[in-house]
Nanobody, 124 residues
Framework: QLQASGGGLVQAGGSLRLSCAAS????????MGWFRQAPGKEREFVVG????????YYADSVKGRFTISRDNAKNTVYLQMNSLKPEDTAVYYC???????????????????WGQGTQVTVSS
């Protein structure tokens, strides 16, 4: 089970840190990703990280502002979001993939397990 947390309401330019904790699973066995879905839009890839944490992949829209990291000892993945914009407003989901090792897929269908989502709202 994946549990996402850390969402909230923040002003534009502000920061939030999301966490995704795994229970009953060893997170180091999974490539992890964060996706987001805004109202009326499809779920989109935000960022992914390899099993070891050595490789990360970012959507162009968040490069330079968001940082993904993982602490396998704590079974947790983090998403640090800085310089937030109103267009970042969405429900953010963490996801785990069992197949890949050193790369993170950008298609939602590739991921096997999903957290429940946490709402991020950025006001202008």
């Amino acid at each position: 089970q994946l549990q996402a947390s850390g969402g909230g309401l923040v002003q534009a330019g502000g920061s939030l840190r999301l966490s995704c904790a795994a229970s009953g699973r060893t997170l180091s066995r999974y490539v992890m990703g964060w996706f987001r879905q805004a109202p009326g839009k499809e779920r989109e890839f935000v960022v992914g990280i390899s099993r070891s944490g050595g490789s990360t992949y970012y959507a162009d829209s968040v490069k330079g502002r968001f940082t993904i990291s993982r602490d396998n000892a704590k079974n947790t993945v983090y998403l640090q979001m800085n310089s937030l914009k109103p267009e970042d407003t969405a429900v953010y989901y963490c996801a785990a993939d069992v197949t890949y090792i050193t790369t993170a897929p950008q298609q939602a269908k590739e991921y096997d397990y999903w957290g429940q989502g946490t709402q991020v709202t950025v006001s202008s």
